[in-house]
């Protein structure tokens, strides 16, 4: 089989490497479509703080290719969903609901996407592997964790409907963030700086779109709420967003910090807005169970409709090129597809 490897960062090859078989417990699937995502580019360009080099990719859906003896309930050719990690279910932040921090999440990560075939730990097909819903592309199956990424921000916020939310950055987890607020009754203000991504955010329900390469974006969102948002939403994972942003959010608003920044960045606020202002900062990171659940019901049911976040679909023998060109900003998220179709 073909498994992409990224060795360094930059250094990305497709390697020959044999089919693994599934150990008690485990199923192997063979990955229909994969997803390119913000995290994985960020991870090409500098490695991920807590994930070693290795095989690459996190975002897929497939079909059951072969399965430990005890697995019950499932088939082979079942064509699947999931995500690629598990909380242990043992662990003190997992007994408290809080499986998205658990102590060893990363140490059975289904890393690897990118290849023909993909082996599942017990854990996640004990907890996040799902038949796939009748009526769902492999291609919109396997927006299954970013979304489940964005409910869990959204049921941590917890935000009574109503606010005026402005979502700052228009890749694919900014889109999904607006189709999100949008469907539990907010107001979206788009904040980006490409067109593409502008003009997906209007048809994903966003009120008003702001080109922050043209405006001050504090400025204009004051202007336009009459005093800054009740919720700013960064998706950009830059520095200077992530320390601008609760200047721009409405005294007594909140900031949710979605993009990661690179291990060992420091933020910097005004400490006078935090205080004098109750600007409350919240981050969030990941899914829990409940949100990878409530993620597939969301897809399952068409309330989210993630194809046009697709900038197109590429075969596995591109994956090179594909990052070369994300790397270059030549489009945000790429399908791709190990047989060349979908
Ligand atoms: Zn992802
Ligand atoms: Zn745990």
């Not at 089919?19 to 991920?48: F, M, N, Q, W």
């Not at 995500?83 to 102590?103: D, F, K, Q, S, W």
């Not at 990661?260 to 935090?274: H, I, K, V, W, Y």
Request: overall charge neutral; glycine content about 14%.
């Amino acid at each position: 089989m073909r498994q992409a490897i990224l060795r360094a960062p930059r250094v990305l090859d497709l390697a020959e490497t044999a089919v693994p078989s599934p150990g008690p417990g485990e199923v192997v699937v063979r990955i229909r479509a994969a997803l390119t995502c913000g995290t994985d580019l960020k991870t090409y360009r500098r490695g991920h703080p807590r994930v070693a080099f290795g095989p690459f990719g996190h975002e897929a859906a497939g079909d059951v290719a072969a399965m430990g003896d005890d697995i019950e309930g499932l088939s082979e050719g079942q064509p699947v969903a999931f995500v690629h990690t598990a909380g242990c279910g043992r662990c003190e932040p997992c007994r408290r609901g809080r499986e998205n921090l658990c102590a060893t999440l990363f140490d059975e990560i289904a890393l690897g996407a990118y290849g023909d075939f993909l082996r599942l730990p017990a854990r996640i097909v004990r907890r996040h592997l799902f038949p796939k819903p009748q009526g769902l592309s492999y291609i919109e199956a396997a927006f299954l964790e970013p979304l489940a990424c964005v409910v869990h921000a959204w049921e941590r916020l917890g935000q009574a409907a109503g606010a005026r939310v402005a979502v700052i950055g228009l890749g694919p987890i900014g889109l999904l963030h607006i189709h999100e607020a949008r469907r539990r009754g907010h107001e979206v203000i788009a904040v980006g700086r490409r067109r593409p991504g502008l003009g997906l955010a209007e048809r994903a329900g966003a009120g008003h779109t702001l080109d922050s390469s043209t405006t001050e974006v504090g400025q204009a969102l004051r202007a336009l709420t009459g005093g800054g948002p009740d919720l700013v939403i960064e998706c950009t994972g830059s520095p200077e967003v992530w320390n601008a942003a609760p200047d721009w959010s409405a005294p007594g608003g909140r900031v949710l910090l979605f993009g990661g920044l690179p291990g060992d960045s420091r933020a910097e606020f005004d400490a006078t807005r935090l205080h004098y202002g109750e600007v409350d900062l919240v981050s969030a990171f990941h899914y829990r169970t409940a949100d990878v659940r409530q993620a597939l019901h969301l897809l399952a049911t068409g309330a989210v409709k993630p194809y046009d976040m697709i900038t197109g679909t590429r075969p596995l023998g591109a994956i090179g090129e594909v990052f070369q060109d994300l790397d270059r900003g030549i489009g945000t998220k790429y399908a791709i597809l190990p047989e060349g179709v979908a």
